[in-house]
C-alpha cells in the first residue's frame, strides 16, 4: 500500500536512483526526489529516465547552475548566465522526459560571493528572472533556491521576486550563522510554511563520532525510543522549521529508519534551548 507523503525527498547527489528503493520509498510514503543538472557526473536526469514509469508518482525537484568544465579533470563551472541556465532547463525536461516540479538555482553563493554587491544582485536578479520565465513557459512546475550558504543569497536577493521554494541546510549539522541566515531569508522573503525545504540532515555522513555525542541527548519528549539517526533526522524538520527534508540513503532499512523518525515527538522546550544556544554563539561572535 502507498503511504501519504511524509514529507521525505529522497536525494540523489550520492546514488544513481536504484528501481527497488524507489518502489520501496513509494510504499512508505516518501514522494520526493531531489536530483540536479550535475549530479552524477550530469547523468543524474538519464538515469532517472530510466524509472520514467515511476516518476509520475513523485515531487521531482532538481538544480541548475553547474557546467561540464572546459578541461579534462576540472571541476564543473558555476554559471548563473540565462543562456546557460535556460539550456539546462530544457536539457533537463528533455532528459527526464516531464517537467520537474521544481528547478533550483544550485548554490547561487558560488558566483555571488565574489561579486560587488550591485553586480550580485543584478546577476541574481537576472538568473531569477530566467527561471521565473521558465516556469511562466511551462518548462517547471515552480521555481526555487538551493544553497549550502544562504548569506551572500541573503544579501542580493530581491524581497519582491521571492522563490516559491527555498531549499536549505537543515538539522543539528547546521552552524549558527547559517542558521540565522535561513531564518533571515525565510521571515524576509515571506515563504511559505510548505516552501521551506531542508537538506543534508547528517552533513553527508553518519559515520562521525560526534553523533555518538548526541544520542538521545534530551531533544525527544518522554518514554521515546529511538536511534541516532532517527533523533537527528526529526531534528532536521525544526532547525529551522521545514516541511520537507532532502536525505541521501542507499539503504531499504535506513529509509524505514528515516520514516519511523519522522513520527517522533521532540521536545518544544529543547529545541528552543538548543537555539537560544546558538543565538548566543552567533551574537558573541558578532559582537
Ligand atoms: N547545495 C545543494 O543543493 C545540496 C547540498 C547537499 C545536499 N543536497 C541535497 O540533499 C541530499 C542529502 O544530502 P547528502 O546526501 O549530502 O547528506 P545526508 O543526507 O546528510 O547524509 C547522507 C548519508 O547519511 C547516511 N544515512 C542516511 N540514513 C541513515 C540511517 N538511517 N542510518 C545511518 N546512516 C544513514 C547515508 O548512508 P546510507 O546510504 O548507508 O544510508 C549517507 O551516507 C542530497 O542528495 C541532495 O539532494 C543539496
Known amino acids: 500500500m502507498r503511504r501519504g507523503d511524509r514529507g521525505i525527498v529522497l536525494g540523489l547527489h550520492r546514488a544513481d536512483p536504484d528501481r527497488s528503493l524507489l518502489e520501496h520509498a513509494l510504499s512508505l510514503g516518501v514522494r520526493g526526489i531531489d536530483t540536479a543538472y ?10 532517472l529516465a530510466r ?3 515511476l516518476l509520475g508518482e513523485f515531487i521531482v525537484s532538481t538544480k541548475v547552475g553547474y557546467f561540464p568544465s572546459d578541461g579534462a579533470g576540472q571541476p564543473p563551472q558555476h554559471s548563473l548566465e540565462p543562456a546557460r541556465l535556460r539550456q539546462a532547463i530544457e536539457q533537463s525536461v528533455d532528459e527526464l522526459g516531464r517537467c520537474p516540479d521544481v528547478v533550483f538555482l544550485h548554490n547561487p553563493e558560488h558566483t555571488l560571493r565574489d561579486l560587488p554587491a550591485e553586480q550580485a544582485r543584478d546577476r541574481l536578479d537576472t538568473a531569477s528572472v530566467t527561471v521565473v520565465e521558465a516556469v511562466a513557459a511551462g518548462w517547471c512546475g515552480a521555481w526555487g533556491i538551493a544553497s549550502w550558504d544562504p548569506r551572500p543569497v541573503a544579501a ?20 549558527a550563522p547559517i542558521l540565522s541566515a535561513a531564518d533571515e531569508l525565510y521571515r524576509r522573503l515571506d515563504i511559505p510554511h510548505e ?29 521515546q525510543q529511538a536511534t541516532t539517526a532517527q533523533v537527528a ?3 532536521a524538520y525544526e532547525l529551522p522549521a521545514v516541511t520537507r527534508v532532502a536525505v541521501g540513503t542507499t539503504h531499504r532499512k535506513h529509509l524505514e529508519e528515516l520514516v519511523a523518525g519522522t513520527e517522533l515527538d521532540v521536545s518544544e522546550a529543547a529545541v528552543a ?3 537560544q544556544l546558538l543565538s548566543q554563539q552567533v551574537a558573541s561572535t558578532t559582537a
Open 38 to 47: 550535475n549530479y552524477r557526473g550530469f547523468s543524474s536526469h538519464r538515469q
Open 51 to 53: 524509472v520514467a514509469d
Open 156 to 175: 542580493a536577493i530581491r524581497s519582491d521576486l521571492p522563490p516559491s521554494v527555498l531549499l536549505l541546510r537543515s538539522g543539528l549539522a547546521v552552524a
Open 195 to 223: 516552501g521551506r525545504w531542508g537538506m543534508s540532515p547528517f552533513g553527508g555522513s553518519t559515520t562521525d563520532p560526534a553523533w555518538q555525542a548526541i544520542g538521545q541527548a534530551g531533544f525527544l519528549t518522554d518514554g
Open 233 to 235: 533526522f526529526r531534528l
Open 273 to 275: 534551548r538548543y537555539r
